[in-house]
T-cell receptor, first 116, second 107 residues
Framework: GAVVSQHPSRVICKSGTSVKIECRSL??????MFWYRQFPKQSLMLMAT?????????EQGVEKDKFLINHASLTLSTLTVTSAHPEDSSFYIC????????????FGSGTQLSVL | RKEVEQDPGPFNVPEGATVAFNCTYS??????FFWYRQDCRKEPKLLMS???SGNEDGRFTAQLNRASQYISLLIRDSKLSDSATYLC????????FGAGTRLFVKA
């Protein structure tokens, strides 16, 4: 099956720093990539939808200036958490899809972000 | 109302039991439905797609009821390894996850 690689798997950083998370589709071209955040014992919350070469579409309540998404190619999307604060500590997961109808999703392995 | 709603559980069942989860969705335009399994601090993994005609894969059966706008997952002969959180997913262009139902299978 399709493989999505997400790095890093774990990040610990100081408050105020920026953290970049990469999501790569290794063996297919991802027309769309999604970024999610998951707090403990809660569901995946969609943060934004990213299409290659265009601006990401953010969900209501997600600050686009804080969570910068770049989707420069069909195989790479990045999420940058700018000026991270402890409340940004969470599990961030990306997913990618090949089809126009965004059917099957292929997930990265997730990034656990801890902001001190 | 949330777009996709699930009973969070937890469901505690003995090995060998049959357990069923339901999930309701509010967007009647939703086209695609899936069940995912998520283990703690891991990414979700696709368990099965859900079709109106029903979909069976070994011990797992999924059903879609468009009239009542719900999908279901039935697990027969539960195994210890089935312990996980089960997420139902619906949506068209934008995929919406349910909050997940936690299942604990005990010896």
């Amino acid at each position: 099956g399709a493989v999505v690689s997400q790095h890093p798997s774990r990040v610990i950083c100081k408050s105020g720093t920026s953290v970049k998370i990469e999501c790569r589709s290794l063996d297919f071209q991802a027309t769309t990539m999604f970024w999610y955040r998951q707090f403990p014992k809660q569901s995946l919350m969609l943060m934004a939808t990213s299409n290659e070469g265009s601006k990401a579409t953010y969900e209501q309540g997600v600050e686009k200036d804080k969570f910068l998404i770049n989707h420069a190619s069909l195989t790479l999307s990045t999420l940058t958490v700018t000026s991270a604060h402890p409340e940004d500590s969470s599990f961030y997961i990306c997913s990618a899809t090949q089809g126009a109808n965004n059917e099957k999703l292929f997930f990265g392995s997730g990034t656990q972000l801890s902001v001190l | 109302r949330k777009e996709v709603e699930q009973d969070p559980g937890p469901f505690n069942v003995p090995e060998g039991a049959t357990v069923a989860f339901n999930c309701t969705y509010s967007n009647s335009a939703s086209q695609s439905f899936f069940w995912y399994r998520q283990d703690c601090r891991k990414e979700p993994k696709l368990l099965m797609s859900v079709y109106s005609s029903g979909n069976e894969d070994g011990r797992f059966t999924a059903q879609l009821n468009r009239a009542s706008q719900y999908i279901s997952l039935l697990i027969r002969d539960s195994k210890l390894s089935d312990s996980a959180t089960y997420l139902c997913v619906g949506g068209g262009f934008k995929t919406i996850f349910g909050a997940g139902t936690r299942l604990f299978v005990k010896a």
